[in-house]
């Protein structure tokens, strides 16, 4: 399947003042905001309220994106659609003031049964001029747990495109009915009504703004906002130059085929101020939970292009996209189709986004990332908490990595990986105040950046002690592919678990997946985060710098020596002449090694490790 996600634009700018188009473009920001701001202090789980792991936005009556309120930037294609999916199945003569229209079909959303997604209808004076939609993760939706999905009617409950309210009244049967199928209905049926809190939020300042300024002000600053959008992305796509440019990478794997690469190849097309990414050979669809829907295969081009075209415009909003074509053929890893699982929908989304990245730092290094640690790090657990008697069900994070060094700064470290954008990760203080959990440690991982002149970001360990019993499950991947450098920037160190059972640490799995595994109370799990890779040859970087990483605990004083060939004294200082003597004799090594080493240039290797 080609999307062109280009929209119909007007042939000469709508006559609007610009004092108004800027009010209603902070106020499109704002309604957003609020509308997060409520959900988050009326939902009932860490997930919501402290992760932040939702996304609110505003739409016209076409379904095109006016403002997404910052959050996980995957969402940006599969809440769109997932409302012009709804227009569509009830067309607008079906569509009435007080209706509310829900879904969580994964096909739709492209990401899994946990994804909620709540539409209201704005009406003003009679007339439907656009939707407010909130899609939330819900902690549990039934299904399996703790092991490997293999299709999608073992994820949990599925509703289809229905109405969780018809002119102001609630579908009672339908709330029953999913009461029914989730373990915990208290926890769910709150979050759902943070929900409704959100979208009707949102129609009561969207009718505000048109009440302020008119809705005829008010729609045409809308056109004005997306073309306007439109405009510098096409600018800031001009400026790089033309030409094809492909990179790849791999998985781990699915889960089932332990030590099968998933592979992952990208290609983009740059012609005048239009991209075209093509995702065609991305992986088919494999057979355990990782796969999602072809609305986050496009996500997946259109946060990479964004960040490439237009990263500081907002609000986000359709006109980004324009000067914007993907190919997605449908069947693959990120365009799944039914039944295949999608469970873990999120996480080789960040690799496509990574490889993308990749590939366009042959054109422009000075706007990519190196690679960075592309993976939630987030075990669920469930059990029995002894404090109430009741069963419990939670996932601790995410956990937070290393993020790629550019060409002009260090990554970032301890952030959360770029699909989930503004979540955040669990406090402690709430872990074990709520669950019986002990948090040992939570630490930034000395020496898991990529070596360069920039280094990469670091990534954290965090030890969890139990309490009392409980079931553990990971789906970590990048444990092998690890985060690359650019510019001779050296690669980072992966994600990783272990277990500690009797008092004896187990690190050594074939990957980072554990399924259903049983903790004692005094057993421990341990996560760790990647990396995120260097920028620029290691022996580049300014020595002092490096002795400011030693000293703070970033990079040890091997590495420190033997990588970025920087002497320090005992007092934690560079030695300026000894480190420049050093330097010295490695450019000469290097050199002689260079003259006799293979010009063949370094492979592509799809073999873990």
């Known amino acids: 399947m080609n999307v062109n996600v280009k929209t119909a634009q007007a042939d000469a700018a709508p006559a609007v003042d610009p004092v108004t188009v800027e009010i209603v473009r902070r106020g499109l920001l704002a309604v957003t905001e609020e509308m997060k701001t409520n959900l988050t202090r009326t939902a009932y789980n860490l997930i919501i309220y402290e992760a932040l792991d939702f996304t609110v936005g505003l739409f016209t009556k076409e379904g095109e994106t006016l403002s997404i309120g910052l959050g996980l930037p995957m969402f940006i294609r599969g809440m769109s659609e997932t409302v012009r999916a709804k227009i569509k199945h009830f067309g607008y003569d079906n569509i009435h003031p007080g209706d509310i229209l829900v879904t969580n079909d994964a096909y739709t959303t492209g990401s899994h049964l946990n994804h909620f997604t709540f539409t209201m209808p704005v009406f003003h004076e009679g007339e439907l001029i656009g939707f407010t939609c909130c899609m939330a993760h819900w902690l549990d939706v039934g299904g399996t747990l703790g092991t490997v999905t293999t299709d999608i009617y073992s994820e949990g409950i ?17 709330v029953d009915i999913i009461a029914m199928n989730v373990r915990l209905p208290e926890k769910a049926l709150g979050d759902l009504r943070a929900q409704i809190v959100a979208v009707t939020t949102g129609e009561r300042r969207y009718l505000e703004l048109v009440g302020r300024y008119g809705w005829q002000a008010v729609h045409d600053s809308f056109r004005v906002i997306m073309d306007q959008s439109e405009a510098l992305a096409r600018a800031n796509t001009l400026n790089i130059p033309d030409g094809v440019y492909e990179a790849e990478s791999f998985m781990d794997d699915d889960g ?19 991209m075209t990414i093509d995702l065609s050979d991305v992986s088919r669809q494999v057979r355990g939970f990782y796969n999602s829907g072809v609305t986050t295969g496009i996500a997946c081009a259109q946060v990479a292009f964004k960040c490439l075209a237009a990263p500081t415009d907002y609000p986000v909003n359709e006109g980004s996209f324009r ?19 999608m469970r873990v ?52 994070g995410p956990l937070g990595g290393g993020w790629g060094a550019k060409a002009t700064e260090d990554g970032v470290s301890a952030t959360v990986c770029i699909n989930d954008g503004d979540t955040h990760n669990s406090p402690s203080e709430q872990l074990e105040a709520k669950f019986p959990v002990l948090v040992e440690r939570y630490v930034l991982r000395e020496d898991s950046g990529g070596a360069g002149r920039n280094r990469g970001g670091l990534g954290c360990e965090m030890v969890v002690q139990a309490l009392a019993p409980f079931q553990l499950t990971t789906r970590i991947d990048r444990v092998h592919c690890k985060p690359w450098g650019l510019e001779d920037g050296g690669e980072a160190a992966g994600n990783g678990i272990g277990l500690r059972r009797d008092g004896k640490w187990e690190t050594e799995f074939p990957n980072a997946k554990v ?10 799990y341990m996560m760790r985060s990647g990396g995120g890779g260097g920028f620029g040859r ?5 020595p002092q710098l490096v002795a400011r990483d030693v000293r703070e605990g970033y990079v040890s004083r091997k590495v420190a020596l033997d990588t970025y060939r920087v002497v320090i004294d005992g007092d934690g200082t560079a030695d300026a002449a000894a480190t420049r003597a050093l330097r010295a004799r490695s450019d000469i090594a290097s050199a002689a090694s260079a003259e006799v080493a293979d010009d063949t240039g370094p492979q592509f290797d799809m073999t873990p490790g």
């Open 158 to 174: 599925q509703i289809p495109i229905v109405k969780y309210q018809r002119r102001g009244e609630v579908n009672q049967e339908l």
């Open 256 to 274: 089932l085929d332990v030590g099968e690469p998933v592979p992952i190849r990208v290609r983009i097309e740059k012609r005048g101020e239009e």
């Open 323 to 341: 000067p914007l074509k993907v190919i997605m053929p449908m069947g693959t890893v990120v365009s799944a189709e039914r039944p295949a699982p």
């Open 345 to 396: 929908w999120m996480t080789y989304p960040m690799t496509v986004i990574d490889t993308i990245f990749k590939a366009m730092a042959k054109a422009i290094p000075d706007r990519v990332a190196s690679g960075h640690h592309a993976d939630l790090v987030f075990p669920n657990i469930h059990g029995i908490n002894p404090a109430d008697g009741k069963f419990y069900i939670v996932g601790i």
């Open 515 to 524: 399924f259903n595994v049983r903790l004692k109370a005094g057993d421990a």
């Open 538 to 542: 290691a022996t580049e970087r300014d």
